[in-house]
Structures are given as structure tokens and as C-alpha cells.
């Protein structure tokens, strides 16, 4: 069974450049059954989408975070990392990464416990 981690700095700074890193264990980020996402919650809001790359490598993104996000993946190491460039203090959040399932449609089944991102001088 598929398990994700995510890992990170807790806080970063105005205008610097967070890098979080899924690590997935149990299965292959290069499967053609799966989409990894990445998802966040900022404090006292809901959760939001804000990309995924897919089994042939395409990202996509939430078209307002375009300009500063990137999603990739190591498969020497099997992992998913998420960049986010210049931050500011509205990308304080919990970032989760999630599967999704290709082959039941797809649904967000697998989920990494969250990690919090302060951003703050």
C-alpha cells in the first residue's frame, strides 16, 4: 500500500523560495495509473488544489499560482517536489501531497499527513 511523506522547511521567508519534497513508498511516481498532487490549507480556510504532475510527466496548476509554481519528480529517489518561488505571507499553509487515481475516477485516495509552511520575516 502506498505511503507519502511529506518533508520541508516550517518557515521561510518573504520573498524566498520553498521546496517541499514527497517522498512516495509502496509504489512508482512514474505509473501510469496516478496523478501526484499537491494540495494546501491555508489557516482557517479550506483545502485547495494547486497542481499535480501526471504519468507522462505534464504538470498543471492553478492558474494563480502559474507564474511561481513547479512540479516535478525524482525517480531516482521516487519523490515529488513542489517549488513555489517569492512567497508571501498568503502561501502560509499545510501542504499535503495526494494520489489521485486515474482508474477510479479520479479520486484523491492516498494521502500524506501534511506538513506546515509559515511564511514570515
Known amino acids: 500500500q502506498a505511503q507519502l511523506q511529506e518533508s520541508g522547511p516550517g518557515l521561510v521567508k518573504p520573498s524566498q523560495t520553498l521546496s517541499l519534497t514527497c517522498t512516495v513508498s509502496g509504489d512508482s511516481t512514474t505509473s501510469n495509473s496516478y496523478c501526484w498532487t499537491w494540495i494546501r490549507q491555508p489557516p482557517g480556510k479550506g483545502l485547495e488544489w494547486i497542481g499535480h504532475i501526471g504519468p507522462s510527466g505534464k504538470t498543471e496548476y492553478i492558474p494563480g499560482l502559474k507564474s511561481r509554481i513547479s512540479i516535478s519528480r525524482d525517480t531516482s529517489k521516487n519523490d515529488i517536489i513542489l517549488q513555489l518561488i517569492s512567497v508571501i505571507p498568503e502561501d502560509t499553509a499545510v501542504y499535503f501531497c495526494?494520489?489521485?487515481?486515474?482508474?477510479?475516477?479520479?479520486?484523491?485516495?492516498?494521502w500524506g499527513q501534511g506538513t506546515l509552511v509559515t511564511v514570515s520575516s
Open positions: 495526494a494520489r489521485l487515481d486515474l482508474s477510479k475516477g479520479n479520486a484523491l485516495d492516498t
